[in-house]
């Protein structure tokens, strides 16, 4: 198995300190190690470090090195929460979970499932996502999660979880059926569906299909609104924002629910853009942003000769050739201009 910063997070040296040792202490353990990942792998490294440019063109080079700096904090904090979603007994995850998060626009989830079709929960690669599901579970709403694992180990810890709450987990690597039947299932039995529309390795790339975002032209996945149309189901943001004292506030937002739009998937990825633009150190698909640009169409080149050749003045009639003027060829720079 490649070694990945995921990977190597979950070694098993680092599982047994997480479920010993206070979130405290395992925080700035996983700060320290992470530093020392980036020291081998700096073409990684390197990789996010252009992209965070990419994306922010523009920007004055303070705060860019700024954003830089705040975004491999951010990584390391990720990956602090998914350690503490996945490895910690689940009692004293829900009580961490009690203790620093919060939401806002709850009553938009209590619209949305009153209907009967279900919530398709949308968020990102934002903030502490990987708190969003305990979330939902200590709020309990019926909640249903579409994930990926990058480790056997990760994916056993999560279902160890969900044998003891109420939250279903669609893992897509350890589940040898069709994802989106069990999400239109779970939407059938009026729960909470959450996924992510910034997963750009399950995107479907078409480049008659792209989204201008970002001041960028980016591939174009419709699925959240194909499952939308399909089930009837509203859609809301969700946004779990990380605050500078340690604690989560949990941002929802309406996209169907009080509201009629013409495209759910391109409300989604409006809001996606919104937090990202808002707190791009937050966002944690640096690796992958390269990926989610659609190429240019290559256009061919409009062909114009080097001069326009005025026409004989022997074809003409006498009559009108007596009032011929020819034009003068038109220049190389001048057909240019002109085109």
């Not at 990977?7 to 320290?32: D, E, M």
């Not at 502490?128 to 994916?155: D, H, M, N, Q």
């Not at 990825?269 to 633009?277: D, F, M, P, Q, S």
Request: hydrophobic share 40%; net charge positive; with cysteine.
């Amino acid at each position: 198995m490649k070694l990945n910063i995921s990977v190597f997070f979950q070694s098993p040296i680092n599982i047994f300190l997480f479920r010993h040792v206070s979130p405290r202490i395992s925080r700035k353990y996983l700060q320290a190690i992470g530093f020392l990942y980036y020291l081998v792998n700096r073409k990684e490294k390197r990789r996010i470090s252009r992209n965070i440019r990419d994306l922010l063109d523009g920007s004055e080079e303070t705060q860019l090195r700024k954003v830089t700096r705040a975004t491999f904090r951010g990584i390391f904090s990720h990956y602090f929460e998914k350690m503490c979603s996945a490895f910690m007994e689940t009692e004293a995850i829900e009580r961490y979970v009690r203790q620093h998060v919060t939401i806002e626009g709850r009553e938009l989830l209590d619209k949305a499932l009153q209907k009967g079709k279900g919530c398709i929960l949308v968020t990102a690669h934002w903030g502490g996502v990987e708190f969003i599901p305990w979330l939902l579970t200590v709020a309990r709403y019926p909640a249903s999660i579409i994930l990926e694992c990058k480790t056997a180990r990760l994916a056993k810890a999560f279902q160890r979880h969900e044998s003891l709450v109420g939250t279903e987990l669609i893992i897509a690597s350890s589940y040898g059926g069709s994802v989106l039947v069990r999400a239109l299932q779970a939407l059938k039995s009026n729960r909470v569906l959450m996924t992510q529309c910034d997963e750009v390795e399950t995107w479907h790339k078409r480049r008659s299909s792209t989204i201008r975002l970002f001041g960028q032209s980016l591939y174009f996945d419709n699925t959240i609104e194909v499952i939308a149309k399909r089930t009837g189901a509203a859609v809301v943001g969700a946004f779990l924002e990380r605050k500078p004292d340690g604690r989560y506030t949990l941002h929802v937002e309406d996209v169907s629910v009080e509201r009629t739009v013409s495209s759910t998937a391109r409300e989604c990825l409006g809001l996606w853009e919104k937090y990202v633009t808002r707190a791009p150190e937050q966002w944690y698909q640096w690796k992958h942003w390269d990926e989610m640009k659609a190429p240019l169409s290559p256009v061919d080149p409009v062909r114009i000769p080097v001069a326009i050749p005025a026409p004989s003045a022997e074809y003409i009639p006498a009559a009108a050739a007596a009032a011929f003027v020819p034009l003068a060829p038109i220049g190389e720079a001048a057909a240019f201009a002109v085109a």
